[in-house]
T-cell receptor, first 118, second 112 residues
Framework: DSGVTQTPKHLITATGQRVTLRCSPR?????VYWYQQSLDQGLQFLIQ???????AKGNILERFSAQQFPDLHSELNLSSLELGDSALYFC?????????????????FGPGTRLTVL | GQSLEQPSEVTAVEGAIVQINCTYQ??????LSWYQQHDGGAPTFLSY????GLEETGRFSSFLSRSDSYGYLLLQELQMKDSASYFC?????????????FGPGTRLSVLP
């Protein structure tokens, strides 16, 4: 158990719909990252938040958005869903820089949310 | 563009040693990490190299050569439980933004 929690574990929805995925980082971690992993694909970095502020953006579609709240939990919103959005969505967190040599390079992944778009 | 290359599959027998290579082309470089992912599971961190050389953690070691944009993960005394996918990842942002680019993964099969 990494200490990162994600809800829901599974989500089945229809094309055109909107869903929200939730992530709670490990206690003390300020950074949250979102990744998409399609079937037999690698991990695609979507976005990073640090203490409520967007810090880095990867291959995130305009239909997707995220935010990190004052209690540090994060939500990933996916709208106008398409069949190709079906994937595992992982959230990860890492300690703040300065908390240990290179420690912020270690990401702790949650169990993921499996999204199926029908 | 940014890309990482890894072999797609590697097969070895229990007790053997296997090396998984990773070459990268990224706009920035702040370190190379390795993650293990079992089927249906979440990635788990194995190692991180910021400087050239070898880092050893138990049965696993990781090597980096920044001049060659190359690294590898060395797994020794292979066990059946090591059967998993292994991903290299480059952090191409500084402390402010940390964009991690992951490789496509190498599926390791350990045979009895």
């Amino acid at each position: 158990d990494s200490g990162v929690t994600q809800t829901p574990k599974h989500l089945i929805t229809a094309t055109g719909q909107r869903v929200t995925l939730r992530c709670s980082p490990r206690s003390g971690d300020l950074s949250v990252y979102w990744y998409q992993q399609s079937l037999d694909q690698g991990l695609q970095f979507l976005i990073q938040y640090y203490n409520g502020e967007e810090r880095a953006k990867g291959n995130i579609l305009e239909r997707f958005s995220a935010q990190q709240f004052p209690d540090l939990h994060s939500e990933l919103n996916l709208s106008s869903l398409e069949l190709g959005d079906s994937a595992l969505y992982f959230c990860a967190s890492s300690p703040p820089s300065g908390s240990g040599s290179g420690s912020y390079n270690e990401q702790f992944f949650g169990p993921g949310t499996r999204l199926t778009v029908l | 563009g940014q890309s990482l290359e890894q072999p797609s599959e590697v097969t070895a027998v229990e007790g053997a040693i296997v090396q998984i290579n990773c070459t990268y082309q990224t706009s920035g470089f702040y370190g190379l990490s390795w993650y293990q992912q079992h089927d249906g599971g979440a990635p788990t961190f194995l190692s991180y190299n910021a400087l050239d050389g070898l880092e050893e953690t138990g049965r696993f070691s990781s090597f980096l050569s920044r001049s060659d944009s190359y690294g590898y993960l060395l797994l020794q005394e292979l066990q059946m439980k090591d059967s998993a996918s292994y991903f290299c990842a480059v952090r191409d942002g500084g402390n402010y933004g940390q964009n991690f680019v992951f490789g496509p993964g190498t599926r390791l099969s350990v045979l009895p």
